[in-house]
C-alpha cells in the first residue's frame, strides 16, 4: 500500500529462496513483538494486545503500548528489537544477527527488566501455533 496516498501498489520483487529466507526471519523475529504483546500488555477480548502496526518510515513493526508507555519494535531490514519510550526514543537495541531464538529473548527480557517493566510472567509462548 502507497502510504502517501493510501493506494496499494504492486509487489515487484521477485519471490525466490533468498527472499523466501528473508520473510521466515522476520516472521520469527516478529513473534518477540507478539510475546511482549501477549505477556506484558493487558489483554484484550479480541487479542489485539498482541498485534503490531508497519511504520514505513523506518521499515519497522511496532507493538502495542506496555502499561509505562515503552514499546517494543522490529526494524525489519536489520533484524533489530528496539525498545522504545514513551516519545519513540530508543532506549536498547538488540541486533539479531547471530543469536539464537533464545538468547535473543533473554536478552529482550532482561532490557525490559532493566528499563523498569515487570517480567516476572514474561515467557516465550504463545497461544498459538507458529510457523
Do not use: C
Request: glycine share 6%.
Amino acid at each position: 500500500m502507497n502510504t502517501s496516498n493510501n493506494e496499494w501498489k504492486p509487489f515487484t520483487v521477485d519471490f525466490n529462496s533468498n527472499l523466501s529466507d528473508v520473510l521466515q526471519q522476520q516472521h520469527h523475529a516478529a513473534q518477540f513483538i507478539a510475546f511482549v504483546g501477549r505477556h506484558l500488555v493487558p489483554q484484550q477480548a479480541d487479542d489485539s494486545n498482541t498485534n503490531m502496526e508497519f511504520v514505513s518510515d523506518g521499515d519497522l513493526l511496532l507493538g502495542n503500548a506496555l502499561p509505562n508507555g515503552m514499546r517494543v519494535a522490529l526494524y525489519l531490514t536489520d533484524l533489530r528489537i528496539g525498545i522504545l519510550d514513551k516519545g519513540s526514543n530508543v532506549k536498547k537495541v538488540i541486533a539479531l544477527q547471530g543469536k539464537t531464538k533464545p538468547e535473543v529473548f533473554d536478552e529482550l527480557k532482561q532490557s525490559l527488566s532493566d528499563l523498569g517493566v515487570e517480567v516476572v510472567g514474561f515467557t516465550n509462548e504463545l497461544h498459538y501455533l507458529s510457523l
